[in-house]
């Protein structure tokens, strides 16, 4: 199946820097990536959809400005958590969909980045 | 009402046992459902697609109920590597978004 790259895997962080997450499609083109945080025992949460060229969608309540998406190829997309605070300490994977998008579309997610911020 | 609900667990069962998640949606239109496993700070691994008619896969059934809106797993003879979340996801057409469902956790004993 596809592989989604994500990297780092593991980010200690103090407050206030700035984090780059890498999301890379090794053997497809993605178009469309998604963006989600996942805190403990909770469910996925998507933050913003990544479209390649264009700018992305984010979901309500997150913060643009605060998390910035690049999707500038067909095979990369990153995620910038700017000016990190230890509630932005979260489990962040990626996703990519192989294929149109449709119902019978599948993910495939990327290892994820646990960030730390002290 | 969430969107995707499905019961948090944790379902402890020995190894062997024949255990059953349960999972519901609330928007109708809903074309596409799917299982998902994730294993702690890993990212979800598709398990297997739902079909209208269920699915069988191994010791892992699925179906679906579309009247009721609700889906489930059953899983026969656990194993200890069944243990694991199990995430029920369900999708639309027409730009509706993948919901994913909190997630189910099972524990297998020995």
């Known amino acids: 199946g596809a592989v989604v790259s994500q990297h780092p895997s593991w980010v200690i962080c103090k407050s206030g820097t700035s984090v780059k997450i890498e999301c890379r499609s090794l053997?497809?083109?993605?178009?469309?990536m998604f963006w989600y945080r996942q805190f403990p025992k909770q469910s996925l949460m998507l933050m913003a959809t990544?479209?390649?060229?264009?700018?992305?969608?984010?979901e309500q309540g997150v913060e643009k400005d605060k998390f910035l998406i690049n999707h500038a190829s067909l095979t990369l997309s990153t995620l910038t958590v700017t000016s990190a605070h230890p509630e932005d300490s979260s489990f962040y994977i990626c996703?990519?969909?192989?294929?149109?998008?449709?119902?019978?579309?599948?993910?495939?997610f990327g290892s994820g980045t646990q960030l730390s911020v002290l | 009402r969430k969107e995707v609900e499905q019961d948090p667990g944790p379902f402890n069962v020995p190894e062997g046992a024949t255990v059953a998640f349960n999972c519901t949606y609330s928007?109708?239109?809903?074309?596409?459902f799917f299982w998902y496993r994730q294993d702690c700070r890993k990212e979800p691994k598709l398990l297997m697609s739902?079909?209208?008619s269920g699915n069988e896969d191994g010791r892992f059934t699925a179906q679906l109920n579309r009247a009721s809106q609700y889906i489930s797993l059953l899983i026969r003879d656990s194993k200890l590597s069944d243990s694991a979340t199990y995430l029920c996801?369900?999708?639309?057409?027409?730009?509706?978004?993948?919901?994913f469902g909190a997630g189910t956790r099972l524990f297998v004993k020995a």
């Open positions: 996703s990519a969909r192989d294929g149109g998008a449709g119902a019978n579309e599948k993910l495939f």
């Open positions: 053997d497809f083109q993605a178009t469309t």
């Open positions: 990544s479209n390649e060229g264009s700018k992305a969608t984010y």
């Open positions: 928007n109708s239109a809903s074309q596409s």
């Open positions: 739902v079909y209208s």
């Open positions: 996801v369900v999708k639309g057409t027409g730009g509706f978004k993948t919901i």
